[in-house]
């Protein structure tokens, strides 16, 4: 990709998440209700819409939620494989090395530089690290086995029901369909706003384990990443989400998992701040010369 078009696809992202940013230092926004707000509906609703096109292409979304569960789980071997090695507990910073922003910042990146079909691809990514989050990351953070979290968000309800639709023959009323596309449109620059606004919140009290974690979520991530789509075929625009996907910054939802279990909560927080800065610099090197 030539650096203008990289241009092209980052500077949206990263100028939106910085509007975020600025604006929490003048108004006093609710980024718990926010969040919420994109949570429980407007994802929700970008999920359905995505995933009822006509050109919908099943055996490849399987593929990237394959793919999704392989860079997640195989990041945290590694991490546990090097812990081992160096004698290291790294604790809570499992959550911000397993798991990447799907949300936030792949949605947007896949979409401005792949297109509706990107968006597609990368949203059977955000939904799978979704569940992956609400179970085993609240396995990590709690230390004890749960599901019940991954089954409060909706997502999963979305897809299936866009699914159903797709496959059944299914027709949504023209009016619905609408409505449920301009709610979804909206998803992506909120959460790039909410993004912005949860990072003016983070304080960073330490550097060397936040560095691992870094390290692992986009260098350890792009490399189990790169050996995926080597081994399995996938189209250009998927193999090129999937990329990305490897190489994105640690998931906002750590900290917050981090916090409400009483888990290293200032660490994860550093991470995922650290990661993010990172990515202003590894995303568009990814893009130009990665995928």
């Not at 550097?207 to 995926?228: E, Q, S």
Request: charged share 10%; hydrophobic share 55%; glycine share 10%.
């Amino acid at each position: 990709m030539q650096w203008q078009a990289v241009i092209d696809v980052v500077g949206p992202v990263f100028i939106i998440a910085a509007v975020g940013y600025v604006l929490g230092a003048f108004r006093s926004i609710d980024i718990a209700q926010l969040t919420d707000f994109v949570v429980y509906l407007v994802a929700p609703c970008l999920i359905f819409s995505s995933l009822t096109a006509d050109d919908l292409d099943l055996e490849t979304m399987g593929l990237m939620a394959v793919g999704a569960t392989w860079i997640v789980i195989s990041v945290g071997l590694l991490m546990r494989a090097v812990g081992a090695l160096t004698g290291k507990q790294f604790g809570s910073m499992y959550l911000p090395a397993m798991f990447l922003n799907a949300g936030n910042m792949l949605l947007p990146l896949s979409l401005f530089a792949f297109g509706e079909i990107g968006l597609r691809y990368a949203i059977s990514v955000f939904v799978t690290v979704t569940i992956l989050q609400g179970s085993l990351g609240v396995t990590i953070a709690s230390g004890k086995p749960s599901l019940g979290e991954a089954l409060r968000f909706p997502h999963i309800y979305a897809t299936v029901l866009a699914l159903f639709t797709n496959s059944s023959g299914v027709h949504v009323p023209a009016m619905l369909d609408r409505a449920i596309g301009m709610l979804g449109d909206t998803a992506v620059p909120l959460m790039l706003v909410a993004l912005g606004l949860r990072l003016r919140t983070v304080r960073i009290s330490s550097w060397r384990m936040p560095i691992v974690a870094t390290i692992a979520r986009i260098g350890g991530g792009y490399g189990m990443g790169l050996l995926f789509v080597l081994l399995v075929d996938l189209p250009t625009e998927a193999r090129g989400s999937l990329l990305l996907a490897s190489a994105m910054p640690a998931a906002v939802v750590t900290f917050v998992f981090a916090e409400k279990y009483g888990r290293g909560s200032d660490d994860v927080a550093a991470a995922v701040a650290l990661s993010t800065l990172l990515s202003v610099v590894t995303t568009p090197l990814l893009l130009a010369y990665g995928l």
